[in-house]
């Protein structure tokens, strides 16, 4: 021990240097890997939003947010009774008495259904719709309609949701569509001969799919709605610590979790919490800026350049013709 009192005395000046760069090195970082952050104070008073699977992660720190600026929030989720306490807790925390839970299941259309006309019944507005919920890279599953669980919940499920929800959105105008993406858009592509995954499935790639199909809707819908005062938004989070890798966790069981004791220190020091991941969904439901910008996605609360795939037109019409007839929209 007087060994180290003594080198610790005589070193004393470089280990506060080190001291001093470690600290430097590790806000910097985290700083970097936070991400952008919404700085509006707009006031939501009088608003209503729905925010679909609000009951944990990115989707509850978003109502958290919007329930503190005022709004009326519907929690839209499957799990009843995580969503009342989670909104309980929202309730507590903001002291907004106006955030409610309906079942939403959105692997279901029927659920779908009953959800929307019940909105469309007792709601006189509908300000802001965000569709959050997600699934990620789960094992071969099939909705309650025979859709692969992935692009059934990620985008046909959002899909008719948000259509069924139309006249009323636009009948509230100036209202918001924000739809949550991801990076993974990048690398996909959507399998046009296999897009229900029925000849072979392969996780990753269903979920690169149901993104990308995330991205082209926003698109396809801002041009649908272009002069109706409704903006749609696409919206990358970024790279989040979330519930949502429960989907690995069942596809690769003991060797996810092996992977994930070894590599979860480095993985949360790269990645987001979520409070941090819901910043964007944030700021395009609330921030004036980005009013004429419909149709854009974004990340870390700025508008990114979408790459040629996911700005193809007739990519965007053909998958919105393919996702009426799979909903049986019309």
């Known amino acids: ?142 909705t309650k309609d025979g859709f692969e669980m992935q692009f059934g919940v990620n985008h046909l499920g959002h899909f008719l949701l948000t259509n069924l929800l139309l006249d009323k959105i636009k009948n509230s105008a100036p209202s918001r569509i924000i739809n949550v993406s991801s990076l993974s858009h990048e690398r996909a592509e959507i399998n046009w001969n296999d897009i229900n995954s029925e000849k072979n499935y392969d996780s990753k790639k269903a979920y690169g799919q149901s993104k990308l199909a995330n991205v082209l809707f926003t698109r396809e819908l801002a041009l649908r709605l272009k002069g109706t005062k409704v903006s749609v938004f696409a919206v990358h989070p970024g790279v989040v610590r979330t519930e949502i890798d429960r989907g690995l966790a069942e596809s690769f069981g003991w060797f996810f979790k092996l992977t994930k004791f070894l590599v979860y220190p480095v993985f949360c020091w790269f990645s987001k919490n979520s409070e941090q991941g819901a910043q964007t969904s944030i700021y395009c439901a609330v921030d004036e800026s980005v009013i004429n910008l419909s149709g854009s996605y974004f990340s870390d609360c700025k508008s990114k350049q979408l790459l040629p795939h996911a700005l193809n037109e007739d990519d965007s019409k053909k998958l919105w013709e393919l996702s009426e007839n799979m909903t049986k929209l019309k």
């Not at 003594?6 to 470690?22: G, K, M, N, P, V």
């Not at 609000?54 to 009843?80: F, P």
């Open 1 to 142: 021990m007087d060994c180290l009192i003594e080198f610790a005395h005589q070193h004393r000046y470089a280990l506060i240097c080190l001291a001093s760069l470690a600290s430097v090195i590790y806000l910097s970082n985290r700083f970097y890997f936070s991400g952008g952050r919404c700085k509006s104070n707009a006031r939501l008073d009088g608003k209503t939003v729905i925010i679909t699977g609000a009951n944990t992660g990115i989707g509850k720190e978003t109502a958290l947010d919007l329930a503190r600026r005022g709004a009326r929030v519907i929690l839209a989720c499957r799990d009843l009774q995580k969503s009342l306490e989670a909104s309980e807790q929202i309730r507590k925390l903001t002291g907004n008495g106006n955030v409610f839970v309906e079942l939403l299941d959105l692997s279901s259309m029927d659920s779908i259904r009953k959800f929307s006309e019940k909105i469309i019944k007792q709601e006189e507005n509908v300000h802001i719709l965000i569709n959050n919920a997600g699934v990620s890279m789960c094992p071969n599953r099939r």
